[in-house]
């Protein structure tokens, strides 16, 4: 795993860009305030404004590129695959799509959470609302013609998961 550390001038800009957009959207949930909530979603929804979205973790990492922004983040699983080892829970259906924030799990952080959920990924995943505790950061993806790099590629983000506690599941995110 790589580590990029933000100077302090970059990590100030990141934080101040990140305040504003957390600004930004409490703004809109205390001006959404009126309405009638249940009250059994109050701790899911205290979890929830805690965390960067996907679009704003990837806004973010591209432009502190190639350092890394911190978490945590709230994402919902759409998908999960496996490569190298790697378990990958994503966002979007398709991976390779620009809005997609991969969470790239390793094998003992795989177990360890079906440990803890006591059932299989997909199963216990597809759909949920997760916290997750973490470093964002792009990763350029280089497209191979037959086992050899093309010269072509894309970015990718993508959270490393070292640690199932880095990973919270959101109450009632069905």
Same mark, same amino acid.
């Given at each position: 795993?790589?580590?990029?550390?933000?100077?302090?001038?970059?990590?100030?800009?990141?934080?101040?860009?990140?305040?504003?957009?957390?600004?930004?959207?409490?703004?809109?949930?205390?001006?959404?305030?009126?309405?009638?909530?249940?009250?059994?979603?109050?701790?899911?929804?205290?979890?929830?404004?805690?965390?960067?979205?996907?679009?704003?973790?990837?806004?973010?990492?591209?432009?502190?590129?190639?350092?890394?922004?911190?978490?945590?983040?709230? %994402?919902?699983?759409?998908?999960?695959?496996?490569?190298?080892?790697?378990?990958?829970?994503?966002?979007?259906?398709?991976?390779?799509?620009?809005?997609?924030?991969?969470?790239?799990?390793?094998?003992?952080?795989?177990?360890?959470?079906?440990?803890?959920?006591?059932?299989?990924?997909?199963?216990?995943?597809?759909?949920?609302?997760?916290?997750?505790?973490?470093?964002? =950061?792009?990763? =350029?993806? %280089?497209?191979?013609?037959?086992?050899?790099?093309?010269?072509?590629?894309?970015?990718?983000?993508?959270?490393? %998961?070292?640690?199932?506690?880095?990973?919270?599941?959101?109450?009632?995110?069905?």
């Amino acid at each position: 795993m790589h580590t990029y550390l933000c100077t302090e001038a970059r990590c100030q800009e990141i934080n101040i860009l990140r305040k504003g957009i957390l600004t930004g959207l409490l703004i809109a949930i205390i001006a959404s305030g009126c309405a009638t909530v249940d009250q059994r979603h109050h701790t899911g929804e205290a979890i929830a404004a805690a965390g960067t979205t996907p679009y704003e973790a990837i806004q973010l990492a591209a432009a502190a590129a190639p350092r890394s922004v911190p978490g945590p983040f709230l %994402v919902r699983i759409q998908a999960i695959g496996t490569d190298s080892g790697y378990t990958y829970f994503n966002t979007e259906l398709d991976y390779r799509d620009q809005r997609n924030l991969s969470l790239a799990l390793t094998p003992a952080a795989v177990s360890a959470l079906e440990l803890r959920l006591g059932t299989d990924l997909r199963t216990g995943l597809i759909g949920k609302q997760l916290l997750v505790n973490g470093d964002a =950061r792009r990763v =350029r993806i %280089v497209f191979l013609a037959n086992g050899r790099p093309s010269g072509k590629y894309y970015y990718q983000t993508h959270v490393h %998961v070292s640690d199932a506690r880095q990973i919270v599941i959101v109450p009632d995110s069905d």
